[in-house]
């Protein structure tokens, strides 16, 4: 039966004379046949798809840039006829637009990686800088604190070690005797000044000089004696130790002893005595303003 309908609808000449409706029905039927794709489009539109994919697989590797992967895309849609060209132009847009994708990713990325590299080593180097110039500073200062110091160490040494420098004996004394006075306390008048203090107060040098006597001297108990440089003799009797030893040059406000009361003495006190070049005693107020400035 199946025979009979086929050759029943085969048109002739004749029959599509007898029969205008049968004839465009067979021409409706071949139009169909001739728009429905073949298997050689199916297997070409699959390829074009899968060159497609390829190219989006290789715009990270082999594919330099979207453009080369757009390239592999229309190539493959080259290799069909019209008809199937809407059928990847989906495929080739949405490759296109996923390899873009892809690469300003990946440009993104490097760019942002770039400006923290750059920014860290810049942030680096800031610190560097810094660094620098805080130990130059600080270097600077110190050497500026060090010339200083020995500036100030010099000053003072050389004040210290100056002849004419002169400093007062004691502190915390007062005056007891003075030079010339007479009683019974004494063989003859008083040869010098007498500077109460508690015992064991130091005693110092009024003046730069040398030790030339340090000994028991009698009735004077524990006294050193000090030659200056211009030839006066100092006396500091009465004491109780001697912290200086002869030919030990001494400077002004060195100690020399501590208020004792050895000798020939009422309480504890220091007797001081001024001798211009070893000679005789002369009054020492009047010696400790001009030669001093000092005012017992």
């Known amino acids: 039966m199946s025979q009979h309908r086929a050759a029943g609808d085969r048109v002739t000449p004749g029959n599509a004379a007898r029969n205008p409706g049968a004839g465009r029905h067979s021409a409706k039927h071949r139009v169909a046949r001739r728009n429905t794709p073949s298997s050689t489009q199916i297997v070409g539109l699959t390829a074009a798809l899968a060159a497609a994919a390829g190219a989006v ?31 990847i132009t989906t495929a ?55 010339k200083a110091k020995a500036a100030a160490d010099a000053a003072e040494k050389k004040a210290r070690e100056s002849a004419t420098r002169c400093e007062i004996m004691l502190t ?76 030990e040059t001494v400077y002004a406000g060195d100690q020399v002893g501590a208020v004792g009361m050895t000798g020939n003495t009422t309480g504890p006190h220091m007797h001081f005595e001024v001798h211009p070049d070893g000679g005789e005693a002369i009054d020492p107020a009047p010696w400790l303003r001009d030669h001093c400035g000092l005012n017992p």
Request: glycine share 10%; net charge positive.
């Open 92 to 146: 080739r847009i949405q490759a296109r637009q996923l390899a873009t994708r892809d690469s300003s990713r990946v440009q993104l990325a490097g760019n942002d990686t770039n400006k923290k590299q750059a920014a860290a080593a810049q942030l680096a180097k800031a610190r560097a800088a810094k660094l620098t110039a805080t130990q130059a500073l600080t270097s600077k200062r110190a050497s500026a604190l060090a």
């Open 172 to 247: 915390g004394y007062h005056i007891t005797a003075t030079f010339g006075q007479g009683g019974s306390r004494w063989a003859r008048n008083h040869t010098g000044l007498d500077f109460a203090a508690p015992v064991g107060t130091t005693v110092r040098s009024v003046m730069k000089g040398v030790v030339i006597f340090a000994d028991w001297a009698g009735a004077y108990g524990r006294q050193v004696q000090v030659r200056h440089e211009d030839g006066t003799v100092t006396w500091y009797n009465h004491m109780s130790k001697f912290s200086v030893s002869v030919g």
């Open 57 to 87: 697989g290789f715009s990270h590797s082999t594919l330099a840039s979207p453009t080369q992967a757009n390239s592999a895309v229309n190539l493959a849609a080259l290799s069909l006829d019209n008809g199937s060209m809407s059928g």
